[in-house]
């Protein structure tokens, strides 16, 4: 039986919904994070996605920066007691570092997916030539 053919998909467009990259349909999440064992339309398996640390890089130099950086401003420009920081400061860096977390580890999967992207490995064809095997 040929396997089923899938539209080509937009690796931000599945992240942006939390898709699977080959169909478009399935959930790619079981949870807020974690990813599901497999996508429950097409069945494909998501044991290659290993974006690993990329999602937290991605938020810290998108969104914690300038989050920190208005705590920063704030304190210098009005020097306010510090219970304004807790009720300003505090949610905006906790929601800024935490709600984009999804959309990257999504669109990383999805690239990772897309790109058949896998971990390098060293080709040695000296190493081939010299076993018969
Ligand atoms: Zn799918």
């Known amino acids: 039986m040929p396997e089923p053919s899938y539209a080509a998909q937009s690796a ?23 990813l599901a064992p497999r996508c429950d339309v097409c069945g494909l398996d998501y044991s290659f ?29 009005y020097n306010p007691p510090l219970w304004v ?4 400061t505090l949610p905006i860096v906790v929601i800024a570092c935490t709600l984009p977390l999804r959309f990257f580890k999504g669109w990383l999967v999805a690239e ?10 060293i080709s040695r064809p000296e190493a081939s030539a010299r076993d018969p095997t």
Do not use: Y
């Not at 996605?49 to 210098?76: K, Q, S, Y």
């Not at 990772?112 to 490995?121: N, P, S, Y």
């Open 49 to 77: 996605a290993d974006p690993a640390d990329g999602p937290a890089f991605f938020v810290m130099m998108t969104a914690a920066v300038p989050a920190t950086a208005f705590g920063i401003w704030l304190e210098l420009t």
């Open 85 to 88: 920081h807790a009720v300003t």
């Open 12 to 34: 931000i467009g599945v992240a942006v919904r939390s898709r699977c990259p080959r169909c478009g349909r399935g959930r790619l999440f079981n949870g807020f994070l974690k």
């Open 112 to 121: 990772q997916f897309i790109r058949k992207a896998e971990e390098g490995r």
